[in-house]
C-alpha cells in the first residue's frame, strides 16, 4: 500500500474543502459523496490542477507545502475524466505514443493496444471514436505514462449503458491486475459496490467516514451522505453452477443465493448489492413462499431508525447483512440480538451502474 497525507484547505465562495488525512491506498478507493461534497475538488488538488492551502504528501514524496509546490506534470499521475482528453490532431497511435515516449515505454505500445481492444483502431482519428472507444484509448494512454497514481473522475457517467459495462469491465482487470491505486470519483452506489475496495466518503467538504466498502454502504449513519440511497450489504460471492432450470447458484459464506441472471462461467468472483429494504425476516423457515433464497442467520444488533422503522442487523455465515423492518415487527418476532431468524431475499442485484 501507498500513503496518502493531506491536510489541506480550499476556499471557494460559497464552499470549503477542508480535509486532515493519512490513509493507505490500494486498488481502488471511491471517493463519494453527493453533488458539491468535494470530491472532484479534492481530486483537482491531489493531482495539482489545483492549489489549495496546506500539505500533502503520497509514497513518501512531498508534492506540497508551505512555500513547495510540484507540479502535475512532475507527481506521476494519471488521469482520466469524464470526457477523454485525447489529443484531436494525433490518432489513437499517436496519442498512445505520445504517452509512451514520455515514460519510456514504446516497446508496451501494441502489447497495451492489444490489451484495451484498441489494434483496429491505431490509425483511426480520434475525432470518429465512439464515447466507449475513446475512454479505452484514455484508459491506455494513463497506464502507458507508468503512474504512481491514477486519478479518475466519473469517467463512465457520460457513456450509454453498453460503452458502461465494457469500460468497467477494463477497470476491474486494471483494480486486478495492476498495483496502481486508483481514486475514483462516483455517485453511483451500485457502481461503487462493483468497483471500490474501499470508500471516502465525503460531506460539504469533509470526510464523514473511510474504511472498507462493505463496511461503509451498511453504514446507518452514513445515509445522508448517498443522497437518499438506503445503504445496502455487500455479499462478495462466486459462480457455482447453472442449475438445470436455468438459474445461476452462487457460493458464499452463509450459503447458496440463486438469480435469474447469468453471471460468467464457474468461478466467476461477483459482488452482490442487497438493499435493506429487500430482506425480510422470520423466525421459522418459512413455507409456500416464491422467494428463492431464504437464508439462516443471527442477530448481530437492532438500531432504530426514524420512530417506526429499525435496521437489524445479520450475520450470515460470517458474512454482514442488514434488514429494514419495522419496530412493530422486531418485537412481534421477539428479535434480540443473539436470536436464530431466517433472511428472506425479495431481490438479488449485481452490483454493478
Known sequence: MTGLDLNIRLQRLNFTLEIDLDIALSGITALFGRSGAGKSSLLRVIGGFERAEGRLRYGGSLWQDRGHFVPPYRRGVATVFQSPTLFAHLDVAGNLAFAARRAG???????????????ALLKQPVHTLSGGEAQRVALARALLTDPKLILMDEPISALDQAARS????????????????????????????????????????????????????????????????????????????????????????????????????????????????????????????????VLPATVSAIEPVGPVSALVRLDCGGTALGARITQRSVKALGLTPGAPCHAILKTVALARD
Open 166 to 293: 465494457e469500460i468497467l469491465q477494463y477497470i476491474e482487470a486494471l483494480r486486478d491486475e495492476t498495483k496502481v491505486p486508483i481514486l475514483y470519483v462516483s455517485h453511483s452506489v451500485a457502481e461503487v459496490a462493483r468497483l471500490a475496495d474501499r470508500i471516502l466518503l465525503l460531506e460539504e467538504g469533509r470526510v464523514l467516514g473511510f474504511g472498507p466498502t462493505a463496511a461503509i454502504l451498511s453504514d446507518n449513519a452514513a445515509g445522508p451522505a448517498f443522497g437518499g440511497e438506503e445503504p445496502g450489504s455487500l455479499i462478495s460471492a462466486r459462480v457455482a453452477a447453472m442449475t438445470a432450470d436455468g438459474l445461476c447458484a452462487l457460493r458464499f459464506s452463509g450459503g447458496t443465493i440463486l438469480t435469474p441472471d447469468p453471471l460468467g462461467a464457474e468461478g466467476t468472483e461477483v459482488r452482490l448489492l442487497i438493499r435493506a429494504r429487500d430482506v425480510m425476516l422470520a423466525t421459522e423457515r418459512p413455507a409456500g413462499i416464491s422467494a428463492l433464497n
Open 105 to 119: 515505454r514504446t516497446g508496451d505500445l501494441a502489447a497495451m493496444a492489444g490489451r484495451f481492444g484498441l489494434t
